[in-house]
């Protein structure tokens, strides 16, 4: 009987495999012939669905924001239909990363938002994910109620990201990320709408 991996369409595997590898080695390690061995497929599937290690790059960090956006819309959802408060969607995010493992699947956005920085090639696809975070942060914040969500909402994709940085980093508990978010959150619904949160 096939395992998942092995029953999931051959792209996907191709994709799964970079992250891995990403995660594992660096942007340096992924090789057309680790993936394939990685991934259970031949050589040839490879280039086959990706041109360019450019593309295979490319389209691993967008697979994996969309999943995350498509997780974390769920729960933009569940805000707005259960009409819960700040303290338990602050809960709520800490039950998340408290449930996110610290392994390279997801070390390897990291990787790949760095590679960025050292490949333009690249910065439009982490421009595209930074968006969706965007635009997720302000559904949710919307949510919660919160004034001048959009104009928050980078602000606090900056602070999960760098928060869940350091916890990939140090092993930092979770609850730091949900303390942070509730900090900011409170601040950012006690003003008025168009004023600014004080420093």
Do not use: K
């Amino acid at each position: 009987m096939p395992n998942a991996a092995s029953s999931a369409p051959t792209r996907q595997r191709i994709i799964t495999a970079v992250l891995q590898i990403i995660g594992e080695d660096g942007v340096a390690a992924v090789t057309n012939r680790r993936i394939a061995r990685q991934a259970g497929v031949s050589l040839g599937s490879v280039t086959y669905h990706f041109e360019t290690q450019h593309d295979l790059l490319r389209e691993s960090l967008l697979h994996f924001v969309r999943e995350e956006a498509r997780h974390f819309t769920e729960l933009a959802d569940q805000c707005r239909t259960d009409g819960i408060g700040v303290e338990d969607a602050a809960s709520l995010a800490g039950q998340v990363a408290c449930g996110t493992a610290l392994d390279s699947a997801h070390l390897a956005p990291f990787e790949l938002y760095l590679h960025a920085g050292r490949d333009e090639r690249l910065r439009a696809a982490a421009a595209e994910a930074f968006r969706a975070y965007d635009r997720l942060a302000t559904r949710i914040l919307g949510a919660l109620g919160v004034p001048d969500a959009e104009r928050l909402a980078a602000t606090t994709v900056a602070v999960v990201m760098g928060l869940q940085l350091r916890r990939l980093a140090t092993g930092s508990p979770a609850e730091d990320l949900v303390d942070a978010l509730l900090l900011l959150t409170r601040g950012a619904a006690a003003q008025p709408a168009g004023q600014d949160v004080p420093a």
